[in-house]
């Protein structure tokens, strides 16, 4: 062993003060790896840029909508506020993000995504649509019993929305798992490392160790994995089939026909956001009518319907 004499003249080993400063060493670096780890793990960087992205997808598609408005007509006041309605129901679903407040990352239960104002969804329990048999087999603005039958049919399709919400669920308790396993691991590391050289070094040698590998997989499983940003997919596609369903008994719900958007263009405008035809929007509503009467499983569903 080495020594060395002090100002005193006392003997100090070397590895004495070696083992002092590599405990120092190790036991700041885990306790700092461990706080950069719950900030990172408070941010979920991978969630928040999915709901920028989106919050971004989302205003540019009102901001085309204004300006389709100032093309086509000078605006009314039901225009100016129906935008305002949304731009704010936006700012609440997404609001910016480290500034203001942020999207709760780790809600007790996984809920779809909501963008829109809730008086389109009020509207649905309002003026229950009674339909007049003269109407029945005659057209008038597009609309005809064919197409309403469709449309009810699609929305039963779309209320198939289980998946997203069972794999939600899972892809938010995995994120809490690994959230607060990775800290937790890391904290035990930092505490471990600073037993080292004690009668117990070997174990805390052991421990420091192999809580450090596991923090750093579970870490890598976390942010890697992307997992915030799958959990911000399923609740974004889970409320993109909400606002569609509202949509549909919205306009099914009204009971002046003429006073509907055209059933021909309405039908349309609903296969393409499904990334459908017309012809292939028509096939589901069938299949869903057929395993409804004889009791089969549809084998589209809203999952399917992309």
């Known amino acids: ?34 706080g950069m780890m719950v900030m990172v793990n408070k941010i979920q960087p991978s969630q928040l840029a999915e709901e920028q992205r989106n919050a971004t997808r989302l205003f540019k598609k009102i901001q085309r909508e204004i300006q389709t408005v100032l093309a086509l007509r000078f605006p009314s006041e039901a225009d100016v506020k129906e935008a305002m309605e949304k731009v704010l129901a936006l700012d609440r679903a997404y609001p910016l993000p480290l500034l203001g407040k942020m999207i709760e990352k780790f809600p007790k239960t996984f809920e779809p995504a909501v963008w829109w104002p809730s008086n389109q969804s009020q509207a649905n329990n309002k003026n229950a649509y009674k339909r007049e048999q003269s109407s029945m087999n005659t057209e008038k603005n597009g609309w ?19 998946d997203y919400m069972r794999l ?32 117990h070094g070997s174990w805390a040698a052991v421990i420091t160790v192999a809580a450090g590998a596991l923090a750093t997989t579970v870490n890598t499983l976390e942010h890697g994995g992307q997992v915030g940003m799958v959990l911000e ?12 369903e509202e949509s549909i008994e919205t306009t099914l719900n009204a009971s002046d026909v003429e006073k509907r958007e055209n059933g021909e263009m309405f039908e349309q405008k609903i296969a393409l956001l499904l990334g459908r035809s017309t012809s292939q929007l028509r096939n589901i509503a069938k299949k869903s009518s057929h395993s409804r009467i004889y009791g089969t499983e549809v084998e589209e569903f809203a999952s399917k319907l992309f």
């Open 233 to 244: 997919m399923y609740r974004n596609c889970a409320g993109f089939f909400t606002l569609l």
């Open 144 to 162: 005809g019993e064919d197409l309403e039958v469709e449309m009810r049919e699609i929305i039963g399709v779309l209320k198939d929305t289980e």
């Open 168 to 199: 939600g669920n899972l892809a938010l308790k995995i994120n809490k798992i690994l959230a607060i396993s990775g800290p937790l691991l890391t904290g035990i590391a930092a505490v471990g490392s600073a037993f080292v050289g004690s009668p």
């Open 1 to 34: 062993m080495i020594y060395y004499k002090n100002k005193c003249g006392k003997r100090r080993s070397f590895a004495k003060h070696s083992l002092l400063a590599l405990k120092l060493s190790s036991t700041l670096l885990f306790s700092a790896a461990a």
